[in-house]
């Protein structure tokens, strides 16, 4: 039996074609495809933080972390707000705060993303 998820799906009719909409997308994917980027926007997703709080959540040298943010922040989808020698760190927009909190909830799902869990391959 299929999950039932609370998401509403704009009407896309007015966009650009599905191919134009694809090649937009296409970075940003790339960018919250690796996990660790993913990491640090599930942290962000809850509150801005430092370079040094993210270093502290996720147990990584400062340098690594620097790195992933590098092409979130390439892609738009976080800000680095200057405050005092460090900059905070957010998502870019309220816009991307729910979607992100949905890929952490479906996360928290049982089998989501495990290889061979029901519903795999149909």
Not at 27 to 41: F, I
Not at 95 to 117: F, I, N, R
């Amino acid at each position: 039996m299929g999950r039932e998820l609370d998401i509403e799906l704009w009407d896309v009719s007015a966009l650009p074609s599905a191919a134009e909409r694809a090649r937009r997308l296409a970075p940003l994917l790339k960018a919250l495809a690796d996990e660790t980027r993913l990491t640090l926007m599930l942290l962000l997703a809850e509150h801005p933080r430092s370079v040094r709080e993210l270093t502290e959540a996720t147990g990584m040298a400062q340098t690594l972390v620097s790195h992933h943010l590098t092409p979130l922040r390439e892609q738009g989808l976080v800000v680095a707000t200057p405050k005092g020698r460090s900059n905070i760190y957010s998502l870019c927009c309220d816009a991307l705060l729910q979607p992100v909190q949905l890929l952490a909830t479906l996360a928290a799902l049982p089998d989501v993303g495990q290889e061979g869990s029901a519903g795999a391959g149909e």
